[in-house]
């Protein structure tokens, strides 16, 4: 009988390639448990006929010190305050 050192490192090699696929594998399957997103359920309807509608007071917003305008004077505007909170800087309310 004669000790043949190839076919042994062969199948060693084979071996520790499985391994590595089946290890790989399962912490593929580990990773897996990211939460999966349902959607919203349905909206219930709500009945607003008898609830008053506010009207938006079209207007231009001016900061005259910086030189800066805003309005909501066009359709589809929507803002119904703004003030100046520091230089250059504006909080809106839609």
Same mark, same amino acid.
């Given at each position: 009988m004669t000790f043949d050192s190839r076919n042994k490192t062969g199948k060693l090699?084979? /071996?520790? %390639? &499985?391994? /590595?696929? %089946? =290890? &790989?594998?399962? =912490? =593929? /399957?580990a990773q897996d448990n990211t939460p999966v997103f349902?959607?919203?359920?349905? %909206?219930?309807? %709500?009945d607003t006929t008898t609830k008053p509608i506010e009207r938006q007071k079209r207007q231009v917003f001016s900061f005259e010190s910086d030189g800066v305008y805003f309005s909501n004077d066009f359709d589809g505007a929507r803002l119904n305050e703004i003030e100046q909170t520091d230089a250059g800087k504006y909080t809106i309310t839609i």
């Open positions: 090699r084979k /071996l520790c %390639v &499985f391994a /590595l696929l %089946v =290890a &790989f594998h399962i =912490a =593929a /399957l349902k959607g919203q359920p349905p %909206v219930k309807p %709500v």
